[in-house]
């Protein structure tokens, strides 16, 4: 079986434009979306946004990497997916809001070090996503540790909860990750990964649950998004994360 031999520079350069783009422009996917909302102030934002960054908060810089088993990457991961974030703040003049200490708080100056989340996937590629997280919504963020007899309905009104309590700090219409299952920090990452789903849910169960928990708070969001992973008999860990109207990941497969 062969081998690709992949370059961490290559890396570097994907992770210093996606992030400059993610900063720029929405997906289309959410801009269909918003324009489905209807609020003409924030679609008129971004069609007319131009080439500054959509919010001043240009986040702390997750970066999401499907690596396939297949492929080598020569030199430090870290390395490569910082030194790319460190050039997107200085050539898109984004703004430095990452501080090396979370209670010395000095700031680093560039917005490393990034949120480095790698999966390792079948193939020969490797598919970079980079989600600026401003903290307006990460910091509305919550995880409960329900156990098997909270079951759906604990579910539906934990995650009704903390939306409603996200909704005046952040920024809506907002977009809701829900995580299920897993442990403790697993059930966040999947929260986090949901935001960033287009499309239904594959599974009829959960994309029926997607639509009644949508329908109680399509007022104030564009949509709601599950993830689901096995978890302890018992545990039923539920997190939730939140995305502002400005919803920002750009991908490119290298």
């Known amino acids: 079986m062969s081998v690709r031999e992949l370059d961490a520079a290559r890396l570097t350069d994907a992770v210093a434009r996606l992030y400059v783009r993610a900063c720029l ?3 289309p996917y959410v801009e269909d979306r918003l324009r489905a909302f209807g609020n003409p102030y924030i679609v008129e934002n971004f069609e007319k946004n131009g080439d ?20 080598h990457i020569a030199g430090s991961i870290p390395d490569a997916v910082d030194a790319g974030v460190r050039r997107a703040v200085r050539e898109g003049y984004l703004r430095a809001s990452i501080v090396a200490d979370p209670l010395r708080r000095t700031n680093t100056g560039d917005n490393t070090p ?57 920024c809506p219409p907002v977009t809701v990750g829900v995580g299920l299952g897993g442990n403790f920090d697993r059930a966040a990452y999947l929260s986090k990964k949901a935001v960033l789903r287009q499309g239904p849910n594959p599974d009829p169960f959960y994309a029926a649950l997607e639509a009644e928990l949508y329908g109680q708070m399509e007022k104030f969001a564009l949509g709601v998004n599950i993830l689901a992973a096995p978890t302890h008999i018992a545990g039923l860990p539920c997190a939730v994360s939140i995305g502002c109207h400005s919803l920002r990941w750009a991908s490119e497969v290298l």
């Open 52 to 71: 500054i960054p959509l919010c001043q908060d240009t986040g702390m810089a997750a970066v999401y990497l499907e690596v396939g088993q297949d492929v």
């Open 25 to 27: 422009r929405l997906p």
């Open 114 to 170: 990034a949120c480095l989340y790698t999966d390792i996937v079948p193939g020969g590629q490797v598919k970079v996503t980079v989600a600026p997280r401003g903290f307006g919504c990460e910091n509305k963020a919550r995880i409960a540790m329900l156990t098997p007899a909270d079951g759906l309905e604990g579910v539906k009104a934990f995650v009704l909860e903390t939306a409603r309590l996200a909704v005046p700090d952040a």
